[in-house]
């Protein structure tokens, strides 16, 4: 069969268009969180003190620190391999979430963000991130 141009430059369009599709799904916001509401009222049991937010320092800087940053801000270095922004902790918005909507986050992940149930098994251990994470809001 003899090569036919036509044939040859729809071929290449339909690729060119798959193409485009398939960079505008990676591009897109992710989806939403989806909190239980409960988790807006789940009250942190680890008292906030200088000896909880230093275990969530260092559970931080083991666990998120590479993606997250040392500041929080979103920044680490692994964060520019990831198609989905790693968010900025120290925002007012951000941190108005509650203790546990944040427990929630970091305990079940959410696409490109692990879940942390199993390689921070102990929930206090969880919770005392979300205490660390308290001293990154912007002063
Ligand atoms: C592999 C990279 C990676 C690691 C490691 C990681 N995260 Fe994330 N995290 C993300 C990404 C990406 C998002 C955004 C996910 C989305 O919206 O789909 C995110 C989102 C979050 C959010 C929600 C932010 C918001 O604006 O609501 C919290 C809280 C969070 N991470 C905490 C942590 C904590 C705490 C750790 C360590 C125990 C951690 N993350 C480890 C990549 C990571």
Known sequence: MKSNPIRLIAISAGMLIAFSFSTAVKAQTPAAWNIPAKFKTTKNPVAVNAGSVADGKDLFAKHCKSCHGAKGLGDGPKAATLDVS??????????????GEIFFQISEGKGKMPSFKKNIPDDNGRWAIVNYIRTLAAK
């Open 86 to 99: 790693c968010s900025d902790f120290s925002t007012k918005k951000f941190q108005a979430l509650a203790d």
